[in-house]
């Protein structure tokens, strides 16, 4: 008990001795005043960051001076022109490829020289070329290339349709494709129609800009003499 009193008074100075060293600092008054001062100010640069805000503006782009009177361009898709023709009805009957008949040298020979015969005949002063037939241009691709030289000098500097007539006047309407310097969509109706035949020959003579008059030398085929008259 005399243990614990001591201890009890010995407490009570120490409180009594720092509450007097507070005083002397005035920490009671400091203590009272921090809690009734206003809450601190923000920073003015946080303030100036909340309140900014982005404005976006309209500017009209600048123009040249000879190009500012008028008006603004305006851009859209335009249709392609494509040279087409009419399809014209085929026979479906079946071409049996596997059974190609192929000319002999001398049959081909012979059909070119009966062409040239024949072409010697006809007006030099129209413009006329002979073409042999190969498979490829009769059957399966159905494509048939002309002269280069021919084609430059002759023919439209574009693609066009060119028309092909029979010796009988009826008329084929062809894709001819400059680029390729030859004869595309429509070709096979002719040379299906006509039954045309690898090694026979063809004389093509351009009767004006677009058309071409074709006359059929067959291979093993009778003379085209009588094509004179």
């Known amino acids: 008990m005399v243990a614990a009193s001591a201890y009890e008074e010995s407490r009570r100075k120490r409180v009594e001795e720092n509450r007097k ?6 920490l009671p008054l400091l203590s009272r005043a921090l809690h009734k001062s ?9 303030s100036f960051k909340k309140s900014r805000t982005t404005e976006k ?5 600048r123009r040249s001076g000879r190009l500012a ?7 859209k898709e335009m249709p392609i022109v494509s040279v087409s023709i009419p399809r014209r009805c085929i026979s479906n009957r079946h071409r049996d490829l596997s059974n190609r008949v192929y000319a002999s040298d001398e049959a081909r020979m012979e059909a070119l020289e009966q062409a040239e015969n024949l072409m010697s005949g006809l007006k030099s002063d129209i413009p006329s070329f002979i073409k042999s037939m190969l498979q490829s241009h009769v059957s399966g691709g159905f494509w048939l290339g002309l002269p280069v030289h021919f084609c430059k000098s002759n023919l439209p500097k574009g693609d066009e349709v060119m028309t092909l007539i029979d010796e009988d006047g009826n008329e084929y309407p062809t894709i001819y494709l400059k680029r390729k310097t030859g004869l595309s969509g429509g070709w096979k109706g002719f040379a299906v129609a006509h039954d045309l035949a690898d090694g026979d020959a063809l004389i093509f003579q351009l009767i004006n800009r677009t058309t071409f008059k074709v006359y059929i030398i067959r291979a093993n085929g009778p003379s085209k003499d009588k094509q004179l008259e």
């Open 21 to 26: 060293r507070m005083e002397a600092l005035n």
């Open 69 to 75: 009177n008028l008006p603004s361009p305006v851009y």
């Open 57 to 61: 503006e309209l500017v009209v782009v």
């Open 38 to 46: 206003p809450s601190p100010k923000s920073s003015p640069l946080k």
